[in-house]
């Protein structure tokens, strides 16, 4: 079993922590870098080369939005997992739209972070369970 090179992007310590405690004891997922704004994650992305990206979108320098632009677009580009507590239609769809594979709520990163990661890493897109159908983006 390949190991999944996480890089944990919010810009609250606290988070940052709460969310490496998660996957601690998850034997295929390693934590290689943790970034408080959206500038330094899009700075470590390019640095650390990881293989999913968990970002938060209110940061401060850059959203993570654009930060999530900003790496979907580089080279080798990672699998990006969005965790958020924002429970909003319009994010989860400028998210998707700007390449994200996964969208988490805070709330229920304990269960859902672990198989977003590993689904994003897959190339698949997860979407935490609370979030509404209606939300989703329409082909």
Same mark, same amino acid.
């Given at each position: 079993?390949?190991?999944?090179r996480?890089?944990?992007? *919010?810009?609250?310590?606290?988070?940052?922590?709460?969310?490496?405690a998660?996957?601690a004891?998850?034997?295929?997922?390693?934590?290689?870098?943790?970034?408080? *704004? $959206?500038?330094?994650?899009?700075?470590? !992305?390019?640095?650390?080369?990881?293989d999913?990206?968990?970002?938060?979108?209110?940061?401060?320098?850059?959203? &993570?939005?654009?930060? =999530?632009e900003?790496?979907?677009?580089?080279? $080798?580009?990672? $699998?990006?997992?969005?965790l958020?507590?924002?429970?909003?239609?319009?994010?989860?769809?400028?998210?998707?739209?700007? &390449?994200?594979?996964?969208?988490?709520?805070?709330?229920?990163? =304990?269960?859902?972070?672990?198989?977003?990661?590993?689904a994003?890493?897959?190339?698949? =897109? !997860?979407?935490?369970?609370?979030?509404?159908? =209606? !939300?989703?983006?329409?082909?």
């Open positions: 079993m390949s190991v999944i996480v890089l944990i992007a *919010d810009d609250h310590a606290l988070v940052r922590e709460s969310v490496k998660i996957l004891n998850e034997s295929d997922i390693e934590i290689v870098a943790t970034a408080g *704004d $959206g500038q330094e994650v899009v700075e470590l !992305f390019k640095s650390h080369h990881p999913v990206v968990v970002m938060d979108i209110s940061m401060p320098k850059m959203d &993570g939005i654009h930060a =999530t900003l790496i979907a677009q580089q080279e $080798g580009s990672a $699998g990006i997992v969005i958020s507590m924002h429970v909003n239609g319009a994010l989860v769809q400028q998210a998707l739209r700007m &390449g994200a594979r996964g969208y988490v709520l805070k709330r229920q990163a =304990t269960d859902e972070l672990p198989k977003a990661i590993r994003a890493h897959q190339g698949l =897109t !997860f979407l935490s369970s609370a979030i509404p159908p =209606t !939300f989703l983006p329409h082909c």
